[in-house]
């Protein structure tokens, strides 16, 4: 990918009429190089734990090399996605995202990834999808082949319920970087989210084959299992990831998730009221989060105050509300449709 980077740069600079002058990169020494590539791989695991473990890689090559672009664009990426998993402010890690996109776009002008990770925040904090795709068509005009901005190109598709095209654009991801887990775990979401769960099934199946203990594909492999009318190997699912981080916030969500879908609404809604009493015990459960227990418990009127929560904290998932499976029933009511308009989601 960065030999790739490199030599794009090289070429499009002389295809141009008036070609800027490139700076000329130092390469990182080994020690330097191993803990940027470090860092990628932890931000790919998508854990906080890992997270924030990456942001150190980051600044262990950024106190070396201060004006390193790509380090400063993976720092950007890790605090776009403590934002987005609820591990910090939404207002703090999109905004700190977007500052370190910048500053490695001003050192680097055609630094894709970053260009990317500034069409992510357009995206997922300010609900802006248009200025999304103008800089998603920056990105990709760089480097066709980044496999996180044709996610990202996904996200867009399929909130304007252009399926074929979002396939598209994940099929290309996984054939670019098929061994990535994060990626085959963004995979599975989209098939969750366009109801192919045999196929998000199989997706999910792999990242697991990959890391057995990757938690964040366990709990959605359990979902699509759930969603696929096979309640029992759902819950054996979720007892593994259980096992792995015990009964914290997102096993208790996607256990009131599981057992709604299996068709067992006594056992979603104590799911659903263990995740509510949370905070005072185990700090921040996202109101997002909230809104999938309680919709699944067949508790609209709590899960619908929790999306409005949702969306007065600019929640990033809040884009997502016109397709996600558990708010089937919501999205025919007044209230959700509005919320929808508002942050210009079409309805059909």
């Known amino acids: 990918n960065e030999v790739s980077r490199l030599i794009s740069g090289r070429v499009r600079s002389e295809l141009q009429s008036s070609p800027r002058k490139l700076p000329i990169e130092q390469p990182l020494p080994v020690d330097l190089l191993r803990e940027y590539l470090h860092g990628l791989h932890l931000n790919s695991q998508r854990t906080h734990e890992s997270i924030f473990q990456a942001i150190s ?31 910090v402010p939404a207002a703090d890690g999109f905004e700190e995202a977007r500052k370190l996109a910048l500053r490695a776009i001003e050192l680097e002008p055609d630094l894709a990834d970053a260009k990317m990770h500034l069409a992510a925040v357009s995206f997922h904090y300010d609900w802006a999808f248009e200025r999304a795709r103008s800089f998603l068509d920056e990105a990709m005009a760089i480097n066709p082949g980044l496999e996180m901005a044709l996610l990202l190109s996904a996200n867009i598709h399929l909130v304007f ?6 396939q598209a654009s994940i099929d290309r991801a996984l054939e670019i970087d098929p061994l990535n887990i994060g990626l085959l775990m963004n995979a599975g979401d989209h098939l969750i989210l366009q109801r192919r769960y045999r196929e998000a099934i199989r997706v999910l199946e792999s ?21 696929d009318n096979q309640p029992d190997q759902a819950l054996a699912c979720l007892e593994k990831c259980r096992l792995m981080g015990r009964h914290d916030a997102p096993y208790l969500e996607y256990l009131a998730i599981v057992e709604g879908a299996s068709g067992n609404s006594n056992a979603a809604r104590r799911a659903a009221d263990k995740l509510q009493s949370l905070p005072a015990e185990s700090g921040q459960v996202l109101p997002w989060s909230l809104a999938r227990a309680w919709a699944m418990a067949g508790e609209p009127d709590l899960a619908i105050e929790q999306l409005n929560r949702a969306f007065a904290g600019r929640s990033s998932s809040m884009p997502f509300l016109g397709a996600t499976p558990v708010f089937e029933n919501l999205r025919q009511t007044e209230r959700v449709q509005q919320l929808m308009k508002k942050i210009g989601i079409p309805w059909q």
């Open 161 to 166: 319920q252009n399926h074929e095209k979002a």
């Open 207 to 227: 990242a697991l084959k990959i890391n057995s203990a990757f938690r964040p594909g366990g709990l959605r492999l359990s979902l699509a299992l759930a969603f």
């Open 57 to 87: 890689c980051f600044e262990n090559v950024l106190r070396s090399r201060p004006e390193h672009a790509p380090s400063l664009s993976g720092l950007s990426i890790s605090n776009f996605l403590l934002a987005h998993y609820g591990a």
